[in-house]
């Protein structure tokens, strides 16, 4: 087929897409729905002319159409990795894995069981062998959320509905697709690998596709941080990424692209901000979105017009398999909703999910263009016997716009009739306060605007009460939504309150980044525990805000990972760079907290009232001690480290600033473009110094530790080198137990910096830098008798237990301050021991 009619016929089908938009609107349909119909109406009107008037130019023109040669590939190859790649795009992978069990159930389990329970079903009837039915089941298996979505989109649906069903359709086409391809062989072939065969082969496509993509994300990811500030090329790489990771894991290593394009979204949503600014990452997610409606509009307009062909010579037997085909995919799917997954919510797998989302996802499983897809791939297949593409086929294209057009045009009802498009009072109540925030923003432009160019006062003040909500309609939807607020109690305004306080935090950590006072590393960790804030807040309110916060200011896995490899693997370069990363996260969010004490006057006041003000004061000032304590511990132990970064974060702010009047006076035309390009290469070349971070340096040279220990200072100089051998250096954080009372001795510590406390018998004792520790159990071959507890951060000297005897053997000097020490601290735990004497 010439290559300019191809054109000319997508360019008109891009004309349809857009006028089908405003349709669906008006009629309150799906978009999918309505381009499903024009592509069989297409398709049915081209097939009908080519038939009655072959040779005349409509003709022509119509068996063009008809007979368009767009084969399975097409569909798989072209739009699919952008569909996927975009839906993995817009979720935010942390909500994913606080659903993972039933998202998990409903792309796995249920896929296998759909395909277990159709092919049992439709054996007797359908006149083929059972493992055809089977690959039935698995081609129909396979959910297209876009419908669904849009309808979630246009009622409001729970956002926790929508989460459900686009996890489930990122994943449930690679279970699909690895059960058709296994099942399509044993049709082929006549026999099969036997059930565990099957399970391998599922297993080794599925996280061999997880590997792929991740690996294939991970390698954009630094190829954004290493294009910065240059959006049409950071943009273009991410369009390669999903095609080269679909095509490399199909053809070349034999995995699931549908995973590994899924992995590739998923990876790079949750790493890929922070390596953009925030409005390229904005361009980013408008063009993708851009692309798969493209994509997705194109695919129903097509896939349709194939259906004529595809479901040529159905009879009315047909209509009564289909209607089974229908039946067993609804029972299936109830199986798993109403069955299998309140066994998850009892064994604590996930929260559970209410009756009416079960149902609506029970009746919102549409299927669309991956279903055509695979049925055309079967009709292609030469070593398929004519009978099992014909049942396949036809049962794949009824079944689909069954669910298009029955299910998709009714599923808008159901939620309603469910009441699922219903806001909770709280949520109520966070709308009236985007209204308020956004309403007053908008009366202050209008008389901004108004002043500015000379409209009458009374003008200004009636457009201004318009949107304030003076008018009659507005007062009334005003009350209404007071009266939603009055219902909801003083907890609920303060959960609503620290929502709005923690949306604000995400805001400024966000502004931050676009100024370039903060790296990229540090604002996705700031981003992900912001949201984790938001989330928690919203679901249990003030005592979740606080314990994220408490989690928000402690030491994470990765920085208990860095102080393993520096302890079990003599490895600081881990702890370096973690330490140097809690330095900067507490610096940014001291100053974040700091900005916030205004806000809630300014704004959250006026949305919760004046009792319950005070109390997010005091939870915000428990936030700030938090991270205020955090920090000074760090400042303590690394005075000069912290003036260097600073003086850095003071740095950037200035560097933004003057990049600002740069661009102001450019755009005033003050300065040419000559002069404007000379003094933005200078700008980033200071840039590009500032932004490497100094590096931290722990201090941890053996020698420089020794000296500041007394006990070593008169050593010789061949001792101290002897000394140093047999010494560890190790840094211990604020909080950490480093000896437990009960255990066995194995090693004394001396104290080169910072300060711990012995806990024992009821006495709290501080040891600073000088003083040693755990020597008793060695010297008296006893268990250990104190906790000791790191206070601040700690340079601390260890000594294993045969060095310290080694020592004890060659020092003289040593072995008597330390016998006197611990004969000091023998007697004064006896003492302590002693029950106190009563008066007579």
């Given at each position: 087929m010439e290559l300019h009619f191809v054109l000319l016929l997508v360019a008109v089908l891009l004309i349809v897409v857009s006028v089908v938009q405003r349709l669906a609107a008006r009629l309150a349909l799906s978009a999918s729905v309505l381009l499903a119909v024009i592509g069989l109406v297409i398709g049915t009107t081209a097939a009908a002319l080519s038939y009655l008037a072959p040779q005349s130019p409509i003709g022509e023109v119509?068996?063009?159409?008809?007979?368009?040669?767009?084969?399975?590939?097409?569909?798989?190859?072209?739009?699919?990795?952008?569909?996927?790649?975009?839906?993995?795009?817009?979720?935010?992978?942390?909500?994913?894995?606080?659903?993972?069990?039933?998202?998990l159930l409903l792309a796995v389990i249920a896929v296998v069981i759909a395909t277990l329970v159709i092919g049992v079903a439709l054996a007797p009837v359908a006149g083929v062998s059972i493992v055809a039915c089977w690959m039935l089941g698995a081609i129909v298996a396979t959910t297209d959320p876009?419908?669904?979505?849009?309808?979630?989109?246009?009622?409001?649906?729970?956002?926790?509905?929508?989460?459900?069903?686009?996890?489930?359709?990122?994943?449930?086409?690679?279970?699909?697709?690895?059960?058709?391809?296994?099942?399509?062989?044993i049709v082929i072939g006549g026999h099969g690998a036997g059930a565990g065969g099957v399970a391998v082969s599922f297993v080794r496509a599925f996280v061999g596709g997880?590997?792929?993509?991740?690996?294939?994300?991970?390698?954009?990811?630094?190829?954004?941080?290493?294009?910065?500030?240059?959006?049409?090329a950071q943009v273009t790489l991410t369009l390669a990424l999903p095609y080269l990771v679909f095509i490399l894991g199909e053809r070349t290593f034999g995995v699931s692209g549908v995973v590994a394009a899924v992995t590739a979204g998923l990876v790079t949503s949750a790493i890929g901000q922070p390596r953009m600014s925030p409005a390229d990452w904005t361009f980013l997610h408008e063009l993708w979105e851009q692309?798969?409606?493209?994509?997705?509009?194109?695919?129903?307009?097509?896939?349709?017009?194939?259906?004529?062909?595809?479901?040529?010579?159905?009879?009315?037997?047909?209509?009564?398999v289909l209607a089974l085909l229908v039946l067993a995919a609804l029972v299936a799917r109830a199986v798993v909703l109403f069955g299998l997954m309140p066994a998850l919510s009892a064994m604590k797998l996930g929260e559970r999910v209410s009756t009416g989302f079960k149902v609506v996802i029970l009746w919102g499983g549409l299927r669309g263009a991956v279903t055509l897809a695979l049925a055309l791939a079967v009709r292609e297949n030469e070593l398929i016997s004519p009978d099992i593409k014909r049942f396949i086929t036809v049962q794949a294209t009824g079944f689909v716009f069954f669910t298009l057009l029955v299910q998709g045009t009714t599923l808008r009802t159901l939620i309603r009739l469910l009441r699922l498009d219903r806001l909770t009072p709280f949520d109520q109540a966070l709308r009236r306060h985007v209204l308020t925030l956004s309403r007053e923003r908008v009366v202050s432009a209008v008389q901004e605007i108004g002043e500015r160019y000379g409209f009458t006062d009374s003008l200004v003040h009636g457009v201004a009460r318009g949107f304030s909500g003076a008018d009659t309609k507005a007062t009334s939807t005003m009350r209404m939504e007071r009266s939603?607020?009055?219902?909801?109690?003083?907890?609920?305004?303060?959960?609503?309150?620290?929502?709005?306080?923690?949306?604000?935090?995400?805001?400024?950590?966000?502004?931050?980044?676009?100024?370039?006072?903060?790296?990229?590393?540090?604002?996705?960790?700031?981003?992900?525990?912001?949201?984790?804030?938001?989330?928690?807040?919203?679901?249990?309110?003030?005592d979740a805000y606080l314990a994220v916060a408490a989690v928000m200011v402690g030491f994470s896995w990765r920085f208990r990972l860095a102080l393993f490899f520096h302890r079990r693997l003599r490895r600081d370069g881990l702890l370096v760079d973690r330490l140097g990363d809690r330095f900067e996260r507490l610096l940014v969010s001291r100053i974040a907290l700091d900005e916030l004490s205004p806000y809630i006057d300014e704004k959250i006041a006026a949305l919760v009232g004046p009792t319950v003000t005070p109390a997010i004061h005091d939870v915000l000032k428990d936030r700030q001690l938090m991270t205020h304590g955090a920090l000074e511990a760090l400042v303590a132990q690394y005075p000069a480290y912290a003036e260097l970064l600073e003086r850095r974060f003071l740095t950037r702010v200035g560097l933004r600033r003057?990049?600002?009047?740069?661009?102001?006076?450019?755009?005033?035309?003050?300065?040419?473009?000559?002069?404007?390009?000379?003094?933005?290469?200078e700008l980033h070349a200071t840039r590009a110094g500032v932004d490497v971070r100094p590096r931290l340096d722990l201090g941890l040279e053996i020698r420089g530790l020794i000296s500041r220990?007394?006990?070593?200072?008169?050593?010789?100089?061949?001792?101290?080198?002897?000394?140093?051998?047999?010494?560890?250096?190790?840094?211990?954080?604020?909080?950490?137990?480093?000896?437990?009372?009960?255990?066995?001795?194995?090693?004394?510590?001396?104290?080169?910096?910072?300060?711990?406390?012995?806990?024992?018998?009821g006495q709290r004792i501080p040891l600073a830098a000088g003083n040693f520790f755990g020597e008793m159990a060695l010297v008296l071959e006893t268990p250990r008798t104190a906790d000791v507890i790191a206070s601040t951060y700690c340079q601390l000297?260890?000594?294993?237990?045969?060095?310290?005897?080694?020592?004890?053997?060659?020092?003289?000097?040593?072995?008597?301050?330390?016998?006197?020490?611990?004969?000091?601290?023998?007697?004064?735990?006896?003492?302590?021991s002693r029950p106190a004497k009563t008066a007579p």
């Open positions: 119509a068996g063009r159409i008809f007979d368009l040669q767009i084969g399975s590939e097409a569909f798989l190859y072209i739009f699919l990795p952008i569909l996927l790649f975009q839906s993995a795009l817009e979720i935010e992978v942390r909500e994913i894995f606080e659903d993972a069990a039933p998202i876009v419908a669904v979505i849009g309808i979630f989109r246009d009622v409001g649906a729970p956002s926790r509905l929508t989460r459900l069903v686009e996890g489930e359709s990122l994943l449930n086409d690679a279970a699909a697709i690895a059960l058709f391809a296994v099942l399509l062989e997880i590997v792929v993509g991740a690996v294939g994300a991970r390698l954009l990811v630094a190829l954004l941080a290493w294009l910065p500030d240059l959006r049409l692309l798969a409606f493209w994509a997705s509009s194109l695919i129903f307009v097509l896939a349709s017009v194939l259906v004529p062909r595809m479901a040529a010579n159905a009879s009315w037997n047909d209509a009564l939603a607020v009055l219902a909801v109690t003083d907890q609920d305004r303060l959960r609503l309150g620290l929502v709005a306080l923690a949306t604000r935090e995400r805001e400024i950590v966000l502004e931050h980044f676009a100024a370039r006072t903060v790296s990229g590393r540090i604002v996705d960790e700031l981003l992900a525990d912001v949201n984790q804030l938001v989330d928690q807040t919203r679901l249990k309110g003030r003057e990049d600002m009047e740069y661009r102001s006076l450019f755009g005033e035309h003050f300065i040419g473009p000559e002069l404007f390009g000379v003094l933005q290469r220990v007394p006990m070593f200072a008169t050593l010789p100089e061949a001792d101290l080198d002897a000394v140093a051998h047999l010494l560890r250096p190790r840094v211990c954080v604020p909080g950490e137990r480093l000896i437990r009372a009960g255990e066995r001795g194995d090693a004394m510590y001396f104290i080169s910096a910072g300060v711990v406390e012995v806990q024992a018998a000297l260890m000594l294993q237990e045969a060095d310290f005897r080694n020592i004890l053997h060659r020092h003289p000097a040593i072995k008597a301050q330390i016998d006197r020490e611990a004969a000091h601290r023998s007697k004064m735990n006896l003492a302590a």
